[in-house]
């Protein structure tokens, strides 16, 4: 079946980065476009960035130029680099693939 697991959040001061990976399996990964979302206490969820199965990217303005979307075809994950974090990039990081499917989630909380 399908599994997406997400892995490297955690706690890091303003300004500092973070790499978010999503692991994949029971699918074509390299077929399938995938997404990053967002969800912060109290709020819906929101995407953050998507990469099409070609590689094309596109990012939601309140991220544009300090997160990066990428992909490994051959490992079926998927990554966000994340820098110059704020405190309003707290939230839990969902990984999804266009096809269907989520993971359960990676806490990033940006503090001092």
């Known amino acids: 079946q399908v599994q997406l697991v997400e892995s490297g959040g955690g706690l890091v001061q303003p300004g500092g980065s973070l790499r978010l990976s999503c692991a994949t399996s029971g699918f074509t990964f390299s077929n399938i476009a995938m997404s990053w979302y967002r969800q912060a206490p109290g709020s819906g969820r929101e995407v953050v960035a998507c990469i099409s199965s070609t590689g094309r990217t596109i990012y939601a303005d309140s991220v544009k130029g300090r997160f990066t979307i990428s992909r490994d075809n051959a490992k079926s994950t998927v990554y966000l680099q994340m820098n110059s974090l704020k405190p309003q990039d707290t939230a839990v990081y969902l990984c999804?693939?266009?096809?269907?499917?989520w993971g359960q989630g990676t806490q990033v909380t940006v503090s001092s």
């Open positions: 999804h693939a266009d096809s269907g499917g």
